[in-house]
């Protein structure tokens, strides 16, 4: 087999199995701040997602609030990356 053949096909594979890990997360205005985070048992706040770790790849997905989502200072972990 021939060097750039290989490359690709290797490529590939690397593409795929990051793509197949990634993880979408939700936050919804009826979820839970105990819970994992997938659409079926979404978080609540924003408190929920600055506490967790992420890996490369992970979405946050927000559905909509009936009202404006009040931000409190709180709410932020300053030492977690979002």
Same mark, same amino acid.
């Given at each position: 087999?021939? /060097?750039?053949?290989?490359? /690709?096909?290797? #490529?590939?594979?690397?593409?795929?199995?990051?793509? +197949?890990?990634? +993880?979408?997360?939700?936050? +919804?205005? /009826?979820?839970?701040?105990?819970?994992?985070?997938?659409?079926?048992?979404?978080?609540? #706040?924003? @408190?929920?997602? #600055?506490?967790? @770790?992420? @890996?490369?790849?992970?979405?946050?997905?927000?559905?909509?609030?009936?009202? #404006?989502?009040?931000?409190? @200072?709180?709410?932020?972990?300053?030492?977690?990356?979002?």
């Amino acid at each position: 087999m021939n /060097t750039t053949l290989t490359r /690709t096909i290797l #490529s590939a594979l690397a593409l795929v199995s990051s793509i +197949a890990t990634a +993880a979408d997360f939700y936050v +919804a205005p /009826t979820g839970n701040d105990s819970n994992p985070g997938p659409q079926e048992r979404p978080w609540k #706040s924003l @408190a929920a997602v #600055s506490g967790r @770790a992420f @890996a490369p790849g992970d979405s946050c997905c927000w559905r909509r609030w009936p009202q #404006s989502m009040p931000l409190q @200072a709180e709410d932020f972990n300053v030492n977690t990356p979002f």
